[in-house]
């Protein structure tokens, strides 16, 4: 038999939880001193206590572990749970991660609010340009991604290229009002025949862009909304009118990670 504080430290919870446990029927002692009241347990019931705290650990009320115990559920069973637990607690963490960074970036901005922006800006033409293009309709900007990754991925395959070295895909942008967005991707075209192999793929020429500033932004895509925000906000200032679609020209984009990788920003503008 072993006294409730060793079977606190092997169990490796309190005493106080015990004694909770005890008083709600969750778990109660082997046999408890009449004259003293001190509790003692068998070493059996680490079992239990084991199958309560891992339940309890999933995010389970004390009553649905309970009635989990209750119907003897066995090891197998619960190494079950416990990993479908340990991929959710896993795609929460990553998500947490992802919506800090998030802030972060946003904390950033708000502090060079009212200082003198580093980036330099450009008001040129942009010519037309014979593309290749996929396109789709968003509602939640977290699609992007996945998107254009995957049409830049096709439209590369299909080219004939060994990588995008040489060539600079275009991503364009075209907000509407009932809150989703067209994305296109674009993938120049050097020879007729060139996409046959990508039957949804349309062959169209980027047309022609009288005006339209813009700006380079180094590094991380996900930091490319603050750029966005500073190339919009000097529109504003310089008098001009914006015009959608936007584009962004990926200028370098080599393997790893995104840190040398080299966006051009373009605004159409008026």
Avoid at 69 to 78: F, G, K, Q
Avoid at 93 to 99: F, K, L
Wanted: contains cysteine; hydrophobic residues 40%; aromatic residues 4%.
């Amino acid at each position: 038999m072993l006294t409730i504080g060793d079977f606190a430290r092997l169990g490796e919870l309190s005493v106080r939880m015990l004694r909770h446990y005890d008083s709600i029927g969750l778990l109660v002692p082997a046999s408890v001193d009449p004259v003293t009241g001190y509790r003692h347990y068998e070493v059996a019931q680490l079992a239990r206590l084991n199958r309560l705290l891992a339940l309890n650990q999933l995010g389970l009320s004390l009553e649905q572990v309970r009635t989990i115990l209750d119907d003897r559920i066995d090891a197998e069973e619960l190494r079950g749970m416990l990993r479908l637990r340990r991929a959710e607690l896993a795609e929460q963490i990553e998500s947490d991660t992802a919506r800090l960074a998030d802030v972060e970036r946003r904390l950033r901005v708000i502090e060079k609010e009212g200082t003198m922006s580093d980036l330099e800006f450009t008001l040129k033409a942009l010519p037309a340009q014979r593309v290749a293009q996929l396109t789709t309709t968003i509602s939640d900007m977290s699609e992007i991604a996945p998107f254009l990754d995957d049409a830049f991925t096709r439209l590369l395959a299909a080219s004939g290229r060994p990588d995008a070295e040489h060539v600079s895909p275009i991503a364009t942008y075209e907000p509407s009002d009932d809150g989703l967005m067209r994305v296109t991707a674009n993938f120049p075209v050097t020879r007729d025949g060139q996409f046959d192999a990508v039957p949804d793929a349309r062959i169209v020429d980027l047309p022609a862009v009288a005006k339209a500033l813009t700006v380079i932004h180094r590094g991380d895509m996900a930091g490319i909304g603050a750029t966005w925000q500073e190339l919009t906000r000097r529109a504003e200032e310089l008098g001009h009118q914006i015009v959608q679609p936007c584009r962004e020209v990926y200028l370098a984009t080599p393997p790893g990670d995104q840190s040398d990788w080299v966006t051009e920003l373009q605004q159409p503008v008026r």
